[in-house]
């Protein structure tokens, strides 16, 4: 029975610390973030996903435009969209990309997540 009684109040106390602790303001977070910065501007490389399929991607004014050079949608061009990210190391020549199609791009379908990993075949930087 006092465990019982010892257990209670040591509940009551513990929520109304942390009642008191969410009053609190919380410190304000004064880091300005800089200019983006896009360092791969002036890039293109081909990279092909492990399924077969297979694209070109070239890199300008912070954005990226793409073209499939192999796969079912060999020829179609496009933009990046907002619903991928993309994860590239160029140490080891790999691309990860995550993508959640229905998000932004077509609202109607329903909601898919794709990961994928690519070998990057060639990168080169575009001569000016």
């Known amino acids: 029975m006092k465990t019982k009684w010892a257990s209670c109040i040591w509940l009551v106390l513990f929520g109304v610390g942390l009642s008191f602790g969410q009053g609190k303001a919380m410190e304000v977070n004064n880091y300005r973030f800089g200019q983006p910065e896009h360092y791969l501007d002036g890039y293109s490389m081909n990279f092909q996903y492990q399924n077969g399929v297979a694209i070109h991607m070239i890199f300008y004014d912070g954005r990226a435009k793409y073209e499939w ?35 932004r791009n077509k609202p109607e379908r329903r909601l898919k997540t794709i990961l994928q990993s690519g070998i990057i075949d060639q990168l080169k930087r575009a001569t000016k």
């Open 69 to 103: 050079v192999g796969g079912p949608s060999r020829g179609n061009e496009d933009t990046c969209c907002r619903d991928c990210q993309g994860l590239f190391d160029f140490d080891k020549m790999l691309m990860h990309i995550s993508i959640i199609i229905g998000y």
